[in-house]
RNA sequence: GGCCCGGUGGUCAAGCGGUUAAGACACCGCCCUUUCACGGCGGCUUCACGAGUUCGAAUCUCGUCCGGGUCACCA
């Protein structure tokens, strides 16, 4: 059993854009850490100085806030472990890496990326050619004193292999001949991910390293590497690729050609961070007794490693969607409101009406916030309908009946004298009654010609209220016409 | 192509040698109803294939096939 306490980080490089399959390692992280009273840890990995963007940083923090990771170490909130961010650490990867040259688990390289790239087109996915691997100690010491510049590279076991366990994987065995003397330090001074994550992790005492299965093949090296520092084995926990379907009903890793993916982008599509906490949670995991509804909290208390499947996960937007509804559903109208209020106003400008029953009938309805302007489209202008439109074989709506029962319902409401919900409720069912007619036979033709479409968020007396008397009425008369 | 991983309905999935093989999304139908949505009820589709082990296999083994990943001075 393993005492440490537990410590996972989330190390993404900064490139501006939060992948939903990295957030979802993200989350995972967090959940691990979380669900077992340990730490979660922020690092920044900005080895790469060609690919810098400006603000990318920024977004790392701002996404990681929005859904509620909050990580215990990190460049912006500090640490034990400092600095947080890999370029800060720049100076301290040299000496581990030269120590290896010492031991003679790895060598200086000359070689020009010219040799390198033609290496690559002679022979198919070859690899490097272990050129500099014996050079003679003074060949490579010339070289280091003329200024040659090199990188330093791994030297991999040229036999027999490498294994390494898994916790959702198992054992994984892998000969030592597939692997590649890696480059460790680059020539611009820079270590590579790979050797800055193991120095890294291991200076960080990160006890899980969890990260998509795209590293399962890699992973030897890293081991390799704990194992000539003499350093602790830490627990791998790689995780099932999310996948995108294809134009061809095919699957591939989620990318963008496969639509939104990045947190931003469907944030932008009116899903909610929650929603996508949650969803992401159970694309990979799920608890035993197979629950889908859990808050962030919730995930923690029930996050198990064992419950992490082997084998990759279609991106399902549908199942999104239905995650979004029920959380829209399920929020206070108070933040209904607010989240929708930009909506509407897109729809009603400055105009003024019930929010309050606004809100009421699209809560319900609404499954990403982005559908609201077309929802209710009809508010802002009477569309041009049919007449067929009053004709409801079910309400028992006819060309005939609705123009008496618009006439009717004309003079109810016009002597209304409070325009409220419940009082056009009120008046509209004892009209109904008085008729004798089923409501249905009232309401269907109100409802159109109140809003011009024969689908509509709420019913006739909702749409109403939302008009405003004038407007109402003013509609209803339309409707009229149309039937004359 | 080499190596690695995977394969339960259209999708997410439970299952861990004995189950009528759960559940959710999607889809279809019915009910509710003031249209739609919500809700309720019902339906549709699944253990990739072939051997073997076993009294018994979705569960264990092997092979085949299919899918994916990976083979950078990128992470």
């Not at 916030?369 to 309400?395: C, H, W």
């Amino acid at each position: 059993m393993d005492k440490r306490v537990v410590r996972t980080r989330f190390a993404p490089s900064p490139t501006g854009f939060m992948h939903v399959g990295n957030l979802r390692t993200a989350l995972y992280e967090y959940l691990i850490a979380r669900s077992q009273g340990g730490s979660f840890v922020l690092r920044i990995e900005d080895t790469d100085q060609e690919r810098f963007v400006e603000g990318a940083v920024q977004v790392i923090y701002r996404t990681l806030g929005e859904v509620g990771l909050s990580h215990d170490e990190g460049p912006d909130v500090g640490g034990e472990y400092g600095p947080y961010v890999q370029s800060e650490r720049k100076e301290l990867y040299r000496p581990y890496a030269e120590q290896l040259v010492r031991d003679g688990k790895a060598y200086y390289c000359f070689c020009t990326k010219e040799r390198l790239e033609s290496l690559h087109a002679e022979k198919e996915g070859g690899g490097y050619d272990r050129h500099c691997r014996d050079l003679p100690a003074a060949e490579v010491q010339a070289l280091l004193d003329a200024g040659t510049p090199y990188v330093i590279r791994q030297k991999m076991p040229l036999e027999g292999c490498t294994t390494f366990h898994d916790a959702v994987y198992g054992d994984i065995t892998i000969e030592n001949k597939e692997l590649e003397d890696q480059v460790l330090l680059k020539s611009d001074g820079y270590p590579t991910y790979n050797f800055a994550n193991v120095i890294d992790d291991h200076l960080m005492h990160i006890t899980h390293v969890v990260r998509g299965c795209e590293y399962l093949t890699s992973t030897p090296k890293y081991n390799l590497l704990y194992e000539a520092f003499g350093w602790e084995v830490p627990t791998y926990v790689h995780l099932p690729l999310i996948m995108g379907k294809n134009e061809d009903g095919s699957v591939s890793k989620l990318s963008k050609r496969h639509g939104s993916t990045g947190f931003a982008d469907l944030v932008a599509e009116g899903y909610l961070p929650e929603t996508i906490d949650n969803y992401i949670a159970l694309l990979g995991w799920c608890p035993k007794d197979n629950r889908e509804l859990f808050t962030l909290a919730e995930l923690a208390e029930n996050f198990s490693i064992d419950g992490i499947s082997k084998s990759p996960a279609v991106f399902d937007y549908d199942k999104l969607r239905w995650f979004n509804g029920e959380y829209i559903r399920a929020m206070d109208q108070e933040r209904f409101l607010s989240l929708a209020m930009p909506y509407f106003r897109q729809v009603f400008g400055d105009k003024e009406c019930d929010w309050q029953v606004l809100a009421s009938i699209l809560q319900p309805r609404v499954v990403q916030l982005t559908q609201i302007p077309e929802m209710i489209g009809f508010f802002r202008e009477l569309p041009d309908y049919p007449a067929e439109f009053f004709v409801n074989k079910k309400s028992k709506a006819t060309l005939e009946n609705a123009g008496p029962m618009l006439e009717a319902a004309i003079a109810e409401l016009g002597q209304l004298g409070e325009w409220k919900l419940d009082a056009i409720h009120e008046a509209l069912i004892a009209l109904a009654g008085r008729l004798g007619v089923k409501n249905g036979t009232l309401l269907w033709p109100v409802r159109i010609a109140a809003a011009g479409v024969q689908v509509t968020p709420g019913g006739a007396m909702e749409i109403l209220t939302i008009l405003g008397k004038e407007e109402a009425l003013r509609r209803l008369r339309v409707g009229l016409e149309k039937l004359k």
